[in-house]
Structure formats: C-alpha cells, structure tokens
C-alpha cells in the first residue's frame, strides 16, 4: 500500500495524529521503535480543550468514563493555602481536569486506530530520513532487524524528546535543563483530602503535589529528594518523609505501584516544518510538567495539523496551507514554556523575589474572582486561540467567538425542523462546517440559497447547517441529557454566539473559527476565502 503520511512514534501525540489522518481519509502508517507500549504513565491531567478535541473525534465519552475528574487545585506556601482554583465555572462542557494513566490514553487512542483500520506497527525504528521536491525517503528497520526504504509525501515526527526525526533534520532542541531531581511515586493514601481536588505544596521552596488518581491511589510528584539517594530511585519510606516534611495535612502512604527519579527540560525547536517533514508533541517542545500541559498540547499539535494534511492530499489545498501549522501552534508552545517556566520558577523558590511574590503577591491576586477564573481557563487551554492566522478571516459580528477563536459548544434547533442539538456535535465530521444562525424565515431563506451553493461546490468537504437560538426549559432538559460526557448546564446560542443574526461560522475541523461574518452581506467573501483555502477544488467558483 502507498502511504500518504508516515507518523513516527506511538505515543498520544502519534495515536491521535494517526487517528485523526484516518478519521479524515488518509492513507498513513505508524512506526514505534518500542515493541510494546509502556505500562507507565507520566502524563496524568487532560485538559478541558483537549476533552473538547476528543468529543469532536466520538472519545471523550470513553475518556470520562475511564478517567477521574478534578474539580479544583489549591497551592499552598509554607503551610498557608494561598489559591483555591475551581474549574466547575469553565465555558466548557467538561469543567474539570480529568485524570487519567497515560497508558489508558494510548489504549483508548490505539483502539480508535485500530477501529479506523490502521495498525501500529511496534519494533519498527527509523533509521534515517531524506527528501526531495517529490516525496521523502525513509529507511526503517524492523524487529527480525530486516530494513526496508519507502517514500512518502510527508513524515511526521511524534517521537519524544530524544526525536530519531528531529536529529535526522538537525533541528536544534534549544532551551535548558533545570538542575533539580524529582521524584515520582504512584501509591496508596490515606489521609482526609479530598479526591476531588489537587493539591500542591510548597515548603520554603521545596515542592510536593499530590494528583488523586481515584480508588485511593495518587501520583505525588517532589523536587530536590535527600542526597543520600545518589542516583538511585527513593523507598517508599523516603517518599513518605518528603511528603511529612512539605504537607500541612497528615498523609500515610503504601502499596507504591511505581516510584522513579527523573529531571526537568524546557525546550523547544524554532522551526515545526522542514519542507515535507513536520515535528510535533514532546519532539517539538518538553517543559516543566507544572500545569499539565504537554501531553495536552501534544495531541493539539496533532488536531490542528492532520486536517490541514488531509486537505493537501486530497489535492484541494497548496502545500503552503501547511505553513500555517507553524504560525499557529509555535506561538501557543512558546507560550506554553514561558508559563511552565514561570510556574515552576515561581513553586520552588527559597528566597528572593520569587518567594515573596508567592507568599505575598500570588495570595492577592488569587483573592480576586477573575484572576482565578483567566487562570483557570489558561491551565485548561480554553483560552487558546488563533486570531492571528494567515488562514482565518473576521467580518465583525457584535459579540460570539471571533475568527481565530475555539468554537464553543451550546444547545440549538436545527433550522427549519426544530430537534435540539449541541453544536459540538453537529461540528463533529471530519470537514469544515458551515454554521449559520438564523431567527425568521427571511433569513432561513438566504441561509438555504447559501447552504444549497455550498453543497454544490464543497459538498464533501464543507457540512452546512442551519441553527436557531430558540430555547424552552423542554429544549434544557432534552440537551441536558443528550450525552453523558456533557456535564455542564448546557448554554443557549445567545449565550454563546451573542444576539446579532443572521451570522454565520464557519467551523474548521479542529474546532475553531475559520471565518466569521454576517450571513446577508458577506456570501461572496466566503467564497472567496474558501477559494483561497481550497484553490484547487475543481467545481469552485470565487463568487456566488
């Protein structure tokens, strides 16, 4: 079989990369040098963007059920408590932090894969990787240490942060290690904190959190552990001397599971493509694990650029679309390692201004309600948007999500049949979906001679949909137990999109505003823009 993409690595940013090329039509193959996959788990905590990211791939109802949510984080210095952060008020349909082995994320991914007809193929290591104008060139080895060579379009390196695919393009991996050893330790604990909520501590700048996994267990994270370890990994009679020395609270640990040491990098490369090669999650960028983060913007990398990939194989897309890929998510990576940085600067300070803006400013600032709320939305990566983009385009609409920004969720009626639906859902195809907000039959009949144009010219790769605002309490009680993993009281399009209509959205495949305006006066600048996006679908015209 020829293969469009080869993705290079298994991990969650490789699953979901390969899952999402073959939601979305594309031929691809998987390569892991591991023979089997870890039963280890470093990255616990998916976010609430993420959670949405999966809704639109049909997982995140197996991810809840697996997974154990957290409604709230407290940080505390030298014994006092000085934030409280809540996440049951985030704009999300998933207002928690949900907990879950990174093992159970790759199983849930890998079975997606599988049902989606692509297998990984484990004990396959790349050997070495060049390219032309045409295609790349890739030699791999396999377990029974035959080689083989094949050329594809693109390659995808999702391989960590020791990337075969990074050092094979000679990327730098610049940034630097912090000097400190942690601590890892998943065990038993007993003790009266809640399962329900984080907690992280901070001691005259030596640091111990605690993540409740559910059923009991925890994963307890510490810096600078005693010297006498000397390399070698903690007791669970240590940990529980670390974790006496730093917690305000009496806590009992046993029955460890998995104790180990590790050290902290924050890197990253500058550029995310070389010609026909791509880098993504921990090959592109690793930081401090503070804020639960990585593994979250890994998968994120994988969402945003899979239907860009699909678009350029289809044939309908330049390759310059991918160039997109960069000035969208660099800025969010970079973001991501000045924040890490700056958090766990901030954690394990001992003296200076570091400890007293944490013993003294950090307590003011999280007194006030919307400091903790943009928090709370920031370490959840709601407030991740695109705005900026060469590929997105804004005609002003009064109030709703401005093009750039993430598409959120509310409860509608279909125009002109009245179900209710959520909007997540019906922007779950693998395809753009054209979002039209309508209120009378006046404009229902503009969004019908709009959509019927749409269907005719991007009727494969563009999902137009008509929605109303209306909202009675039976509409309420219908969304509200349309979908187990919708947790939140689901909100009205007014709510969410703001009162002017008609208005239209189109919705990328990754769940963010590509294009924004009034649905009466702009048809013509949405075809012009689809025109730009797709120059090579062959019915499309640049004008309706």
Known sequence: MLHSVLVVGAGPTGLAMAAELARHGVQCRVIDKARAPSDRSRAIVIQARTLELLSLMQLADDFVMAGHPVHAANIYSNGKRIIHLRFDDLDSPYPYLLVLAQSQTERILGDRLRQLGVVVERGVELLSLSQDAEKATVELRHADAHTERERVDWVVGCDGPHSTVRRALDVPFEGHAFDQVFILADVQVHSELSDEELHIYSQH????????????????????????????????????????????????????????????????????????????????????????????????????????????????????????????????????????????????????????????????????????????????????????????????????????????????????????????????????????????????????????????????????????????????????????????????????????????????????????????????????YLARLMPHNPTAVSTI
């Open 205 to 528: 700048g030596d640091v111990c959190a605690i993540f409740p996994l559910g059923r009991g267990r925890y994963r307890i994270v510490a810096d600078n552990p005693p010297a006498s370890l000397s390399g070698r990994d903690p007791s669970l009679g240590e940990c529980q001397a670390m974790v006496n020395a730093r917690m305000s609270e009496p806590v009992m640990l046993s029955d460890p599971e998995w104790i180990a040491t590790f050290r902290v990098n924050s890197r990253m490369v500058k550029e995310l493509r070389s010609r026909r090669v791509f880098l993504a999650g921990d090959a592109a960028h690793i930081h401090s694990p503070a804020g639960g983060q990585g593994m979250n913007t890994g998968i994120q990398d994988a969402v945003n650029l899979a239907w860009k990939l699909a678009l350029v194989c289809s044939g309908r897309s330049d390759p310059s679309l991918l160039d997109s890929y960069q000035s969208e998510r660099y800025p969010v990576e970079r973001s991501v390692l000045r924040q890490t940085d700056m958090m766990f600067r901030l954690a394990g300070a001992s003296g200076g201004i570091g400890a007293f803006a944490r013993q003294y400013i950090a307590p003011l600032l999280g007194s006030l309600d919307f400091v903790r709320h943009e928090a709370a939305r920031r370490v959840s990566e709601l407030d991740i948007e695109y705005e900026h983009s060469p590929i997105v385009e804004d005609h002003h609409v009064p109030h709703g999500p401005r093009a750039g920004d993430r598409a959120p969720d509310a409860v509608a009626r279909l125009a002109p049949d009245g179900a209710t639906v959520h909007v997540v859902d019906v922007c779950s195809r693998p395809q753009h979906t054209l979002l039209m907000i309508v209120d009378s039959a006046d404009q229902v009949a503009v969004a019908d001679n709009v959509s019927r144009k749409i269907v005719a010219l991007y009727g494969d790769v563009i999902t137009p949909v008509m929605v109303s605002d209306a909202m009675t309490p039976r509409d309420r009680s219908n969304a509200s137990s349309m979908t187990s993993a919708h947790t939140r009281e689901p909100r009205s399009l007014r709510d969410e999109y703001g009162p002017a209509r008609p208005a239209m959205y189109l919705v990328r495949p990754d769940g963010y505003v590509g294009f924004r305006a009034p649905l009466t006066a702009s048809a013509d600048a949405l075809m012009q």
